[in-house]
């Protein structure tokens, strides 16, 4: 989680909390220790955001204080609403806790008289869709292509024949019943598309691939990506 998330973040948790929350409490919510939450609530309070309290007491947010409200029309709420429900149809369960907490986020930042999202309650997603992947993490396997790292993965294709590679991922593609991971992969030298519930291990290996990251996506997009 990047640091302006985890302070907006913060600023959440305390704004709902029913009184004084510990660092360790916030820590175990942002899965940080707490070391950092005392350096991110010393820096809110530096912004002069209203956080009471101190270490080993407990944190607590003065109240009144609110969030600039979100200038979302409701057909922009409702578009949001349902994009992030679609995620509930992946196999990604960090994506979705994700999504619960974006949903959050955009209610605490409507004007007061909107903050109520029943009204869009009639917009329902079915979750119905691909099961997380037995044998990875697929929060792991999207740093790794964020942060543009090659991955070793032991790969099973649907013959049942098992082979090692070391690929350089480029995209992760989302289908209603399984995710792909496109990746240049070295012992082919071309790209491949990889089922993440076929891959029977992954490690994130230090070899950054920055450098040709870009140009990788480009010939990919070119040749493979979905169109229409």
């Known amino acids: 989680m990047r640091r302006a998330d985890r302070l907006f973040e913060i600023i959440q948790i305390l704004r ?33 955001v209203p956080i009471e309290g101190a270490a080993g007491i407990g944190y607590l947010m003065r109240r009144g204080y609110d969030l600039p409200p ?18 509930a149809r992946t196999g990604d369960p960090a994506l979705q806790s994700s999504a619960r907490r974006a949903v959050d986020k955009i209610s605490a930042g409507l004007p007061e008289d909107r903050r109520d999202l029943s009204e869009v309650q009639r917009f329902r997603v079915s979750n119905w869709g691909s099961s997380p992947p037995e044998r990875i993490d697929m929060k792991v396997l999207r740093t ?15 013959s049942g024949r098992e082979t090692e590679r070391t690929v350089l991922p480029v995209a992760l593609i989302y289908y209603v019943e399984v995710e792909v991971l496109a990746a240049w992969c070295r012992l082919r030298q071309g790209f491949r598309h990889f089922r993440t519930d076929r891959m029977q291990s992954m490690t994130v290996l230090d070899e950054s691939f920055s450098d040709t990251a870009q140009t990788l996506r480009d010939e990919w997009d070119a040749g493979f990506a979905l169109r229409g």
């Open 144 to 158: 790794a292509l964020r942060d543009e790292h090659a991955l070793h993965i032991s790969y099973r294709d649907e």
């Open 70 to 87: 979100l200038n979302f029309d409701m057909e922009e709420v409702e578009a949001i609403l349902v994009g992030l429900g679609l995620l």
């Open 16 to 48: 709902q909390s029913a009184g004084p929350m510990t660092a360790a409490a916030l820590a175990d919510r942002l899965e940080v220790n707490p070391r950092t939450v005392y350096r991110d609530i010393a820096a809110l309070q530096g912004m002069r």
